[in-house]
């Protein structure tokens, strides 16, 4: 019998849904704070993060799913056995991110942050010129699903998009430029924003140093939604003080939770959120999770394609499997 462990938050109507994809299976719906070695050891398959040393406790799981697009941890040799499936939610977090990755740019483009605190202080003061989107050239360096998603806001607002990607593929109607990695710094030197979307792999680590931010047009707005560590802090809390960067928004930190005694926290023009603007914080994005999971427990009980799956070599998505 197939046993499967579900730490996601789902609704009755849809641990239902679960039991109806696999009603031979045996599902143990819990939260991952729940979850004991114990009950990992009998398991087939689990649709949730747990802890990647837990996963490697039983050999004999034959599918995760995870409810993040990273991969961080997964990876590591003697976590899953090499005939494991692995599943990953890209599709899922594209909506939400994107638009908090909009929210935050608007807010400094607009210099909400200085009215906030004037009217904190009962002051009544033109903060001056503010930015637009629109004309604006936006480089989005990833453009997976949450890439993608931004690219769609940021053209309808009229801004000039250009995407990075891995490797060259067709060119998406939200974007008008793609171009390669390989060519970052060049494209650096045009944009006035950066907005980040990487998952957190060998090749990704500070991706972002002090090159990097150098390369970097004088009053660029930087933002990050990918993971901490393809951002060298150091070099972030440098640029930001030198001023050369006109602000920066990050939902990700290479420390998480991120140390009360950080430089980082008091950088001037800098959104620091506390890496929020995915997980289960909207309903849409739980919705999605459960849909792509769904799938794909169809596949592991009957047979057929999986959405998603991981390339364990690389972190990302296979080429030609298709997203959630």
């Known amino acids: 019998m197939k046993k499967i462990l579900v730490t996601l938050p789902v609704t009755a109507e849809q641990k239902k849904r679960y039991a109806d994809t696999a009603p031979e299976a045996e599902f143990i719906f819990c939260r991952k704070e729940e979850v004991t070695a114990e009950t990992v050891r009998s398991l087939t398959a689990v649709i949730g993060n747990i802890p990647p040393s837990m996963l490697a406790e039983n050999q004999a799981i034959e599918w995760v799913q995870l409810n993040s697009a990273g991969t961080d941890g997964y990876l590591a040799e003697g976590v899953l056995s090499d005939t494991a499936v692995l599943t990953n939610a890209t599709g899922a977090y594209g909506v939400g991110i994107a638009e908090h990755m909009t929210g935050q740019l608007l807010m400094l483009f607009k210099k909400f942050p200085v009215y906030l605190e004037n009217q904190k202080l009962h002051i009544w003061k033109d903060a001056g010129r503010v930015r637009s989107v629109c004309g604006s050239r936006i480089l989005i360096v990833g453009m ?26 067709e060119k998406p109607d939200c ?34 140093s002090g090159r ?16 901490g560590n393809v951002v060298d802090t150091e070099a972030l809390v440098d640029v930001l003080k030198t001023g050369k960067l006109s602000g920066a928004s990050i939902d990700v930190c ?61 972190g990302y998505k296979i080429s030609g499997s298709v997203s959630g």
């Not at 699903?145 to 891995?166: C, Q, S, W």
């Not at 494209?187 to 006035?192: E, G, I, N, S, T």
Request: with cysteine.
């Open 254 to 314: 290479e420390k998480e939770p991120l140390p009360g005694d950080e430089e980082l926290w008091d950088c001037p023009n800098l959104l620091l959120t506390p890496h929020v603007s995915g997980g289960f914080h909207l309903k849409y994005t739980v919705d999605r999770i459960v849909d792509i999971s769904l799938k794909n427990l169809n596949a592991y009980i009957n047979g057929g394609e999986y959405l998603s799956v991981v390339d364990r070599r690389t």
């Open 175 to 208: 974007v008008d430029e793609m171009d390669t990695i390989d060519n970052l710094e060049r494209q650096l030197a045009l944009a006035d924003v950066v907005a980040v979307c990487l998952p957190g792999t060998k090749e990704t680590f500070h991706l972002f």
């Open 144 to 169: 997976g699903d949450i890439g993608t998603e931004f690219a769609v806001r940021m053209k309808a607002f009229g801004a000039y998009v250009a995407g990075l990607r891995r490797t060259v593929r």
């Open 212 to 227: 990097q931010f150098a390369a970097m047009k004088e009053g660029a707005v930087f933002l990050n939604v990918g993971r």
